[in-house]
């Protein structure tokens, strides 16, 4: 039987930096099941294309992490202000649309800004106690008018979930507040582009998003491609890994889905397993084209219209020339389920007829190569289930000494910055016994 002080699931960004913390210093095992490290962050070749599971923008905010993202990437990075837009009633307008309303039809735009103003008077009014669900908050917050143009429409195609038990404790960080002055300013007079948390952000010049990962993986001792984690005792510290056997540990970090987890510990209690079942998520389907004769400069755009099958499409050769051969552009386009397999030849057909529609393409002639990635678990949904399970299962990880971390590890809403932080932070917690 192998015995490592630390075995680490999952070679995304949080089990590679967790193995970057610890190499040299404790003895690892980073079982990744796939062939390649990266996860997420991966990028995937095709036809002189590089493809990313969608757009995966480095936005950075930390000094600890921006300085490790950096250090790895080294001269293959830029940084990039933002170009993000949203298509709405037949124009394209910039992101964020509560604050740049003026591109709309005069009636649309009134009902937005009258109805913003409103909610806004109220808003200081009305005491939340508790969380609150989306639809609610999102009407309590912008009004009528953005809630039914831009909010609910595109929340329901992203989320795939009933908005109506969707909860918010997610919204902070990645839904831009604008004032009152910012709205009417933005429908009426100047464009607010600089609201967001993403205005400017870092991208490889060279290979894509997976250039981070892959400079990550370079030099660590205790990495293993091709590893599957396939069930695993917590009292008893032992992993029975797909094709190699049993591997004995001392500590644990995951990082591969909470809900997997669970449900391949063999020693976790039926409350634990009750729990880890009940949490649940979204499936994105990304259809990467590699195109001819692009002309648009935009990086991403969001359709919140239901005559769009996708909820947001991007054009990564906009943040990096270098991911397509010369005079070809690259476009990513997400399309989410509940879970639900997806009819890839009829959503191809919808999509082509929904980027002529919004004047991306002008015909399918023009489309040379295509990627089809599949993210069974892309968004975890945020409910009331899930809020009562996270204690119940974090406290038996707890006391197993486990850690779970990430975005799936953790189960939430999450970037690639937060995965590299929480990688680092769980290598920390070991290296000080704690
Ligand atoms: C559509 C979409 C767009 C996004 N865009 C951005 C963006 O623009 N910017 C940004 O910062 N973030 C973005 N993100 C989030 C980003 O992808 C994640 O935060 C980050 O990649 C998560 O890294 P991770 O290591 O936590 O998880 P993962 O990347 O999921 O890594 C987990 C790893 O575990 C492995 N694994 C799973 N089970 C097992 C097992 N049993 N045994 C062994 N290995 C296993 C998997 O193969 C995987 O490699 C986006 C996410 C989605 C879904």
């Known amino acids: 039987m192998l015995k490592t002080d630390v075995l680490i699931i999952g070679g995304g960004l949080a ?16 079982a990744e099941r796939e062939s390649r490290p990266g996860g997420l962050s991966a990028t995937l070749k095709k036809g002189g294309f590089h ?17 490790l993202i950096l250090g790895a990437l080294g001269k293959n990075c830029v940084r990039i202000k933002r170009d993000a837009r949203v298509y709405a009633h037949k ?57 039914n143009h831009f909010m609910l429409p595109y929340n329901a195609k992203l989320w795939q979930y009933p908005l109506e038990r969707l909860t918010t404790e997610w919204c902070a960080p990645f839904v831009p507040l604008p004032s009152p002055e910012e709205v009417v300013k933005g429908a009426y ?56 056997g049993p591997v004995h540990f001392k500590r644990l970090i995951n990082t591969s889905p909470l809900k997997d987890l669970i449900a391949r510990a063999e020693d976790a209690p039926v409350a ?26 935009m990086h991403w755009g969001y359709f919140p219209g239901a005559d769009f099958p996708f909820y947001r499409a991007g054009i990564a050769t906009n943040f990096s020339k270098e991911l397509a051969p010369r005079g070809c552009a ?36 023009q489309i040379v190569e295509k990627l089809w990635l599949k993210i069974p678990c892309a968004y975890v949904i945020y409910n009331r289930e899930r809020a009562e399970a996270l204690p119940v299962i974090f406290d038996w990880l707890k006391s197993r000494k486990a850690l779970s971390i990430g975005r799936y590890g953790a189960w939430k809403y999450s970037f690639m910055e937060e995965s590299v932080k929480e990688g680092l932070g769980a290598a920390a917690a070991i290296l000080k016994r704690r």
């Open 15 to 30: 089990g590679l930096s967790a193995a970057k913390a610890l190499e040299g210093k404790k003895d690892y095992l980073l």
């Open 51 to 67: 493809f990313d599971y969608s757009g995966h923008l480095l936005h950075l905010r930390w000094p600890e992490t921006t300085k």
């Open 91 to 147: 124009s394209w307008t910039p992101y964020p649309f509560q604050a740049n309303l003026s591109g709309l039809p005069p009636k649309v735009k009134s009902e937005c800004v009258s109805g913003f103003l409103a909610a806004y008077a109220a808003r200081k009014a009305e005491a939340i106690s508790g969380p609150e669900v989306f639809t609610r908050w999102t009407r309590r917050v912008f009004g009528e008018g953005i809630s």
């Open 189 to 244: 007079g100047k464009k607010s582009e600089g609201l967001g948390y993403n205005t400017v952000f870092n991208y490889p010049k060279r290979g894509g998003i997976g250039a981070l990962p892959n400079a990550l993986a370079m030099n660590l001792g205790g990495l293993r491609l091709g590893l599957e984690v396939e069930s695993l005792n917590l009292r008893k510290g032992v992993a029975n890994v797909r094709h190699f």
């Open 272 to 297: 634990v397993k009750r729990a880890a079942a009940s949490l649940r998520h979204n499936t994105v389907y990304v259809l990467n084209l590699g195109v001819k004769g692009v002309k648009s400069d």
């Open 330 to 365: 690259s476009f990513y386009i997400e399309i989410a389920t509940p879970g639900s397999a997806l009819d890839l030849a009829s959503a191809e057909e919808a999509v082509i007829k929904g980027l002529k529609a919004c004047g991306l393409i002008k015909s399918a002639g």
